[in-house]
């Protein structure tokens, strides 16, 4: 029996990540990947049961890092526009860190893929659920549909995030975020969102 590499292990999760971005979710067999690592498809096979467990494992391991690294020095009792705030900086700081990662987690979460198992990605929403009852409960925030307060809070941000990562924008004029761009919208944000 081979043992596991979690070094291996790292670099076919990466390689599966990037074929997914740049060839699509049918871009990707074990055949490819394997060819692609430089290492044999049996090898897949010592860390992944099958093609729907690696997709569904790999969802799984960027959930955990968003979550890590957007939850970073945040605090579910924090003010609505402190905490916010931080949301958004550490959600940038993600996207531009982990550009493949953020690219395939919008993939997979706009794909019948993510019906094929429950996949919960619990203590991110733990944490973003107890930051709006917070914010509620202190009246810093109207108390909103959940769905009109995610659009609210950060439809905004991910069309900035678009045309940052198009670098155009609608009109097609070249684009680049920036943190002025960001806090300017922001701030019309918070307008939106508080009672």
Excluded: C
Excluded at 45 to 62: A, G, M, T, W
């Amino acid at each position: 029996m081979r043992l596991r590499d979690e070094l291996k292990e790292a670099a076919i999760r990466e390689k599966a990540i990037e074929m997914i971005v740049h060839e699509g979710f049918d871009g990707l067999s074990m055949h490819k990947l394997a060819k692609a690592a430089n290492i044999s498809v049996s090898t897949i096979y010592i860390y992944f049961k099958n093609r729907e467990d690696l997709l569904n494992q790999l969802y799984i391991f960027v959930a955990d890092l968003f979550a890590r690294e957007t939850l970073k020095g945040f605090d579910p009792e924090m003010d609505l526009e402190e905490g916010l705030w931080l949301q958004w900086k550490n959600r940038y700081r993600y996207i531009r860190q982990y550009p493949l990662h953020y690219h395939f987690s919008e993939q997979f979460r706009n794909s019948p893929l993510i019906h094929q198992q429950e996949i919960t990605e619990d203590r991110f929403r733990s944490a973003m659920n107890k930051f709006v009852k917070h914010a509620v409960q202190k009246k810093q925030l109207a108390d909103l549909p959940p769905e009109v307060f995610w659009a609210l809070a950060y439809g905004p941000f991910y069309i900035l995030v678009k045309f940052h990562l198009d670098n155009t924008t609608m009109s097609g004029k070249p684009f680049s975020m920036g943190e002025q761009k960001m806090r300017q919208t922001f701030e019309r944000v918070m307008q939106s969102l508080k009672m």
